[in-house]
T-cell receptor, first 115, second 114 residues
Framework: EAGVAQSPRYKIIEKRQSVAFWCNPISGHATLYWYQQILGQGPKLLIQFQNNGVVDDSQLPKDRFSAERLKGVDSTLKIQPAKLEDSAVYLC?????????????FGPGTRLTVT | AQSVTQPDIHITVSEGASLELRCNYSYGATPYLFWYVQSPGQGLQLLLKYFSGDTLVQGIKGFEAEFKRSQSSFNLRKPSVHWSDAAEYFCAVSGGTSYGKLTFGQGTILTVHP
């Protein structure tokens, strides 16, 4: 079974530029998560989808971050414009269904550096 | 709101020694508890989880963890550490009404000396 795929793996941009990350979850997984992991911290949930609907985006900085999950499969996370403090690893995860007891499978992440 | 504290930022052990990583959580009801491991450049891998029942849970790679409700703790243990266990370990909590939202601790970096 293929795991969660993410691209690109690394990205370096200048502040005020825009960037987009892509995630392909495990086939059949209805729930998709985007986490932000700043160096030295644990991952923090940004947004959570159930199929193509948003369940929780309370910690997403909506003035600059946006995310979509068209057709309930792949997802894209965008930052526009980027700030220095957005430098982090962005992790995508998926789970079979929307429930606390179902395991989340994580992708390798995209490491973003904003200069 | 749920939260997780991992008091130890960095732990160093010798290969073959025993290991215990501490985790304390804050949650109003019975939590779902997890331990994940992250190797450099890799995503997070689930080591073990606790939902209910036996408070001592076994995981992969020889790890186990014990849920202690009275102490709000979920410490991770391994009787004999291998050099390949060097990584960063994260404790996380989720609740029945949080629809799968994981709240992570800040992580503990494990260094293993030969």
């Amino acid at each position: 079974e293929a795991g969660v795929a993410q691209s690109p793996r690394y990205k370096i941009i200048e502040k005020r530029q825009s960037v987009a990350f892509w995630c392909n979850p495990i086939s059949g997984h209805a729930t998709l998560y985007w986490y932000q992991q700043i160096l030295g911290q644990g991952p923090k949930l940004l947004i959570q989808f159930q199929n193509n609907g948003v369940v929780d985006d309370s910690q997403l900085p909506k003035d600059r971050f946006s995310a979509e999950r068209l057709k309930g499969v792949d997802s894209t996370l965008k930052i526009q414009p980027a700030k220095l403090e957005d430098s982090a690893v962005y992790l995508c995860a998926s789970s079979l269904v929307l429930a606390g007891l179902y395991e989340q499978y994580f992708g390798p992440g995209t490491r973003l550096t904003v200069t | 709101a749920q939260s997780v504290t991992q008091p130890d930022i960095h732990i160093t052990v010798s290969e073959g020694a025993s290991l215990e990583l501490r985790c304390n959580y804050s949650y109003g009801a019975t939590p779902y508890l997890f331990w994940y491991v992250q190797s450099p450049g890799q995503g997070l891998q689930l080591l073990l989880k606790y939902f209910s029942g036996d408070t001592l849970v076994q995981g992969i790679k020889g790890f186990e963890a014990e849920f202690k409700r009275s102490q709000s703790s979920f410490n991770l243990r391994k009787p004999s550490v291998h050099w390949s266990d060097a990584a960063e370990y994260f404790c996380a909590v989720s609740g029945g009404t949080s629809y799968g939202k994981l709240t992570f601790g800040q992580g503990t970096i494990l260094t293993v000396h030969p």
